[in-house]
């Protein structure tokens, strides 16, 4: 018998605030909205709270989360999440900065202090390192990728109007 994974769920105070983050400033399209329970097309979901306590049969509270777990998304486009970001208050752990292998992240808390992280495709961090002028294996090394993915990266970005395009 085979477990299939479906997807993590998120248990929230507040779901519609939390709902309106996740498509506002992340750009997550909904799948299906069961009021107390949402996914979303990216692979995971929302459940108020005080609903899922009722499912699961308890009295206790659901204690909030802790720094262990985060939601990880990928963009081109860090700037612009940032500039959401930053018009909501939202609190960060760090804005964009670069990581040792060279992508730019930034980690921040959604309205339950869930962690969620944004990064740069590693794509983009392959193409913006070759458009500097480096070499294929200066790039593996710079990104810990193996060559056979920087390879196939670049043959595609210079056959495609891709590479134009970032």
């Known amino acids: 018998m085979a477990v299939k994974y479906i997807c993590s769920l998120l248990t929230v105070l507040d779901i519609q605030k939390s709902k309106e983050f996740y498509e506002n400033i992340l750009n997550q399209e909904v799948e299906l909205d069961h009021g107390h329970n949402i996914s979303f097309k990216g692979g995971f979901?929302?459940?108020?709270?005080?609903?899922?306590?009722?499912?699961?049969?308890?009295?206790?509270?659901?204690?909030?989360?802790?720094?262990?777990?985060?939601?990880?998304?990928?963009?081109?486009?860090?700037?612009?999440?940032?500039?959401?970001?930053?018009?909501i208050n939202a609190s960060f752990l760090h804005k964009i900065r670069e990581q040792p292998w060279g992508q730019r992240v930034m980690r921040f808390y959604d309205p339950d202090n869930y962690i969620i992280e944004v990064g740069e495709p590693m794509d983009v961090v392959i193409i913006r390192y070759f458009k500097k002028g480096m070499k294929t294996d200066e790039i593996c090394k710079r990104t810990s990728m193996p060559l056979e993915i920087v390879e196939m990266v670049l043959k595609t970005v210079q056959t495609d109007k891709y590479f134009s395009d970032r």
Do not use: C, G
Request: glycine share 0%; no cysteine; proline share 2%.
């Open 45 to 87: 979901a929302l459940h108020d709270r005080e609903h899922f306590k009722m499912l699961i049969n308890s009295e206790d509270d659901i204690k909030s989360p802790h720094n262990s777990v985060e939601l990880y998304f990928e963009s081109d486009d860090l700037d612009t999440i940032q500039n959401k970001l930053e018009s």
